[in-house]
């Protein structure tokens, strides 16, 4: 997937500009550790991809991504670093389908934990996390900034199955 597509779809997601630039994902795209995985607006089982220089090519149109999650492997944890669905294809379980494929790759990878952080004001992403059986267990306060106010950062945690 090209870094654009993503940079592009994750601002539409989170219905502002950025915060993650197309450099970002560039830097990501080219980390070894790094991976992401994706459901397509006609592929409804998902895909995984490694994120790799020369696998950026991309196996998918832009217009067909409905949804990714990007992560990386660091020893035996894993890291959500960004999960990002279309808003016309929200509440189609695109969500939920990409945070499954996420946690079947990085165990597959050797992960025995994940970790993730997210807004105390993005009441949707923390409800799918509790259901997803993720539990908090700390908090970051004034760790986001908005355009009027400091937001917390909810910080939470899963054990992973290895499949």
């Given at each position: 997937?090209?870094a654009h597509a993503?940079?592009?779809?994750?601002a539409?997601?989170?219905?502002?500009?950025?915060?993650?630039?197309?450099?970002?994902?560039?830097?990501?795209?080219a980390?070894k550790a790094?991976?992401?995985v994706?459901?397509?607006v006609?592929?409804?089982?998902?895909?995984?991809e490694?994120l790799?220089?020369?696998?950026?090519?991309?196996?998918?149109?832009?217009?067909?991504?409905?949804?990714f999650a990007?992560g990386?492997?660091?020893l035996?944890?894993?890291?959500?670093?960004?999960l990002a669905?279309?808003?016309?294809h929200?509440r189609e379980?695109i969500?939920?389908?990409?945070?499954?494929?996420?946690e079947s790759?990085a165990a597959?990878r050797g992960?025995a934990?994940a970790y993730?952080?997210v807004?105390e004001?993005?009441?949707a992403?923390i409800?799918l996390y509790?259901a997803?059986g993720?539990?908090q267990?700390g908090?970051?306060?004034?760790y986001y900034?908005?355009?009027d106010?400091?937001?917390d950062?909810?910080?939470m945690?899963?054990t992973?199955?290895?499949?």
């Amino acid at each position: 997937m090209k870094a654009h597509a993503l940079a592009r779809l994750h601002a539409r997601a989170m219905r502002v500009p950025g915060p993650w630039t197309e450099t970002d994902f560039d830097e990501l795209l080219a980390t070894k550790a790094s991976f992401f995985v994706h459901s397509s607006v006609d592929k409804y089982p998902g895909e995984r991809e490694e994120l790799r220089p020369s696998h950026v090519a991309a196996t998918k149109q832009a217009q067909d991504l409905a949804g990714f999650a990007l992560g990386r492997i660091v020893l035996d944890e894993a890291e959500l670093l960004t999960l990002a669905v279309d808003p016309d294809h929200q509440r189609e379980g695109i969500g939920r389908r990409c945070l499954g494929l996420f946690e079947s790759e990085a165990a597959l990878r050797g992960a025995a934990k994940a970790y993730l952080e997210v807004a105390e004001t993005n009441q949707a992403a923390i409800a799918l996390y509790h259901a997803s059986g993720w539990v908090q267990n700390g908090r970051r306060k004034a760790y986001y900034k908005s355009t009027d106010a400091r937001i917390d950062a909810i910080l939470m945690s899963k054990t992973l199955v290895a499949c």
